[in-house]
Structure formats: structure tokens, C-alpha cells
């Protein structure tokens, strides 16, 4: 977890955050051992923004890794970089709930969850096992 953390650290000197000037950066792990990075991309109409960590997904899931088995995400920021409801949402699409998603933040000592902790009751929808 920790080489992820200090790749989510490199991810954020990406970032593109012209708007909130907090700088963050994620990386995914995925079922193949590969992992990915991502930052945060700003734009002018907020809403369209992506976080660091749907910006490293969609990376894993754009080169049809669709199992993610850890997260790390850190910012240049005071407190911890916590992924927001979205981001939650998103990660335990391809995520099982007992895997593990650190958090970090400028300065801060790395904190582990397990993301059934971090999300739990997450909204599924059952597709009858396809
Ligand atoms: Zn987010």
C-alpha cells in the first residue's frame, strides 16, 4: 500500500485544478497486479469535474480491468483525502467489500479501510448473476 500511496502522490503533480487548487492523486490496484493512476480534472462547469480516484478507474476499466483489489488515494491538502459519495459509489462497482482503501493527505500518516467500512450499504443492483 505504501508504493501506492507515493504513486498517488506522483499522480497528483498531473492535476488539473485550476478552480479548488487542491491537487489530489489515486491509484487502483487491479485483479492482474496492474496498477493505475489518476488525478483530479477540474472544468469550468463544476459538475463535470472528475476525481482522482473515477480517473484511475476509468483508466483500469478503459484497458478491461473490471477487479479492483486496492485503492490509495492523497492530496496536497491539510486533512485526508477522503473519496467523495461519487467515488465510493464507482470503486465498489468493481470492488469486493472487504478489500482495503487508504487515505492520506500533505504531511499525514496513512490511514487503512476496509471499504465495506468506509461504504457501507451500497446500493447493487442484482443482475441474476451475469
Ligand atoms: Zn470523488
Do not use: H, W
Not at 496536497?76 to 469486493?96: H, K, L, N, T, W
Request: hydrophobic letters at 35%.
Amino acid at each position: 500500500m505504501k508504493k501506492m500511496m507515493e504513486m498517488a502522490e506522483k499522480a497528483y503533480e498531473n492535476s488539473y485544478s485550476p478552480y479548488s487548487g487542491i491537487r489530489i492523486g489515486a491509484a487502483v490496484k487491479t485483479g492482474s497486479g496492474k496498477i493505475y493512476t489518476g488525478t483530479n480534472i477540474e472544468n469550468a462547469s463544476y459538475g463535470a469535474t472528475i476525481c482522482a480516484e473515477r480517473s484511475a478507474v476509468s483508466k483500469a476499466v478503459s484497458d478491461g480491468e473490471t477487479k479492483i483489489t486496492a485503492v490509495a488515494v492523497t492530496g496536497d491538502m491539510d486533512g485526508y483525502a477522503y473519496p467523495c459519495g461519487i467515488c465510493r459509489q464507482v470503486i465498489s462497482e468493481f470492488m469486493e467489500a472487504d478489500m482495503e482503501i487508504a487515505v492520506s493527505g500533505r504531511g499525514r500518516e496513512m490511514k487503512v479501510f476496509k471499504l465495506k467500512d468506509l461504504f457501507p450499504n451500497v446500493f447493487i443492483i442484482d443482475r441474476g448473476g451475469k
